[in-house]
Structure formats: C-alpha cells, structure tokens
T-cell receptor, first 111, second 117 residues
C-alpha cells in the first residue's frame, strides 16, 4: 500500500467550480500534514499546512481526520490560475524534516 | 524567486560521463535535501543533510554521491548513470526538522532535468 495516496486525476472543472481533493495516508505515526502545489515543469511550493481543527486560507480549506487517516483540500470559486498538480504531503513523528509525498492530483480549470 | 538555486537547469549525459549538480540556498536554513521526481511517480527523497551532516540516505545507489561542504551548498555527483536515472532532480532546504517536532516548510529549487542517454 502506498504511504500517501491521492486521486491521480486529472480533474477538469469550469471556472467558478468547487473542487475537492482527497488523500489517505497509511502510517498512523504521521504528525504533520501539508498541501503543496506544483505547476507544470516547476518546483513544488507549499500551499498550506493542515491542522487538526481544519484551516482555511481564502478560497482554500484543508481538513484532517486522524481517525480515518484522511486529508482533504477544498478549492472554492476556482480560477484559471489554480490549474496545477496538488501534492498531499505527510511527515512522520520523530523523522525530523523527512516528508513523504503523494503522487499528486492534477487540476485543470477551464474558462 | 532566488531562495534556492540549482545549476544546471538541464543536463544530458552519457552513461560513462561524470557530472555534478549544484544547489545553493540563500534562506539561512540548515537542512538541505535531494529529491528525485520521475514521470507519474511521487517525489522520492534521496538524501538529507542537517548542519552539513548526512542524516538520511534512502537506499540510493552509489552512482549518486552527495556532498555538503557547508549549510548553504549541496552537490550531487553523478557517475555511470543508467537511462532509468533520467528525471527531475530537486533540491530543497528548510530549518532543521527537530526529532520529535513537526517538519518545517521546505523550499524547493527549480530542479535539474537530467537525461541519461
């Protein structure tokens, strides 16, 4: 079983749509959770950290369910510029900076 | 953004060549990382350096040899590579991830796209 698993997509949505990405992780010792964004042929960049209580940053909302080992990212009112691959990332307890990446979910927002 | 720079951006090499990838960070971080990203596969962590000391070697073949002369510079020396080593090699840096503590944000360089013929 993959350590971090995501829907590969692609998700093709019209501008203004709401889109949700799901991610599951296999190791219950995972302690930190992130969503990174990677544009085509560019490097990954942190989009947001994910906190146990859930957190929101503008149009982006992240949720964490530790019992189900599940993370989600919701994008509301999607823009053309949201088109990218979204990477679910976890960090294990006592592993310092070691991050484990999912394979990413590709999003394409169309006019 | 010039927080983390990598050179060269593109590299084509034969299987018998020796080359080096360079990474430099200007963010005052003390942890640096090498990742490999192959098509349709997740980023794979290769090496981790904390305060110039290697703390992780993720079962990487010896044809990849990292070097960290100081906390701002990281190299990846390549020799006798195979075609399946063709990939995007990404460098990242962060403040040190303390054991038992949460990981800090990692900042990535633009990567070196490597093709092995």
């Amino acid at each position: 079983r993959k350590e971090v698993e995501q829907d590969p997509g692609p998700f093709n949505v019209p501008e203004g749509a709401t889109v949700a990405f799901n991610c599951t992780y296999s190791n219950s010792a995972s302690q930190s959770f992130f969503w990174y964004r990677q544009d085509c042929r560019k490097e990954p960049k942190l989009l947001m950290s994910v906190y146990s209580s859930g957190n929101e940053d503008g149009r982006f909302t992240a949720q964490l369910n530790r019992a189900s080992q599940y993370i989600s990212l919701l994008i509301r009112d999607s823009k053309l510029s949201d088109s990218a691959t979204y990477l679910c990332v976890v960090n294990l307890l006592n592993q310092g900076g070691k991050l484990i990446f999912g394979q990413g979910t590709e999003l394409s927002v169309k006019p | 953004e010039t927080g983390v720079t990598q050179t060269p951006r593109h590299l084509v090499m034969g299987m018998t060549n020796k080359k080096s990838l360079k990474c430099e960070q200007h963010l005052g971080h003390n942890a640096m990382y090498w990742y490999k990203q192959s098509a349709k596969k997740p980023l794979e962590l290769m090496f981790v350096y904390n305060f110039k000391e290697q703390t992780e070697n993720n079962s990487v073949p010896s044809r990849f040899s990292p070097e960290c002369p100081n906390s701002s510079h990281l190299f990846l020396h390549l020799h006798t590579l195979q075609p399946e080593d063709s990939a995007l090699y990404l460098c990242a840096s962060s403040h040190e991830g303390l054991a038992g503590g949460p990981a800090d944000t990692q900042y990535f360089g633009p990567g070196t796209r490597l093709t092995v013929l």
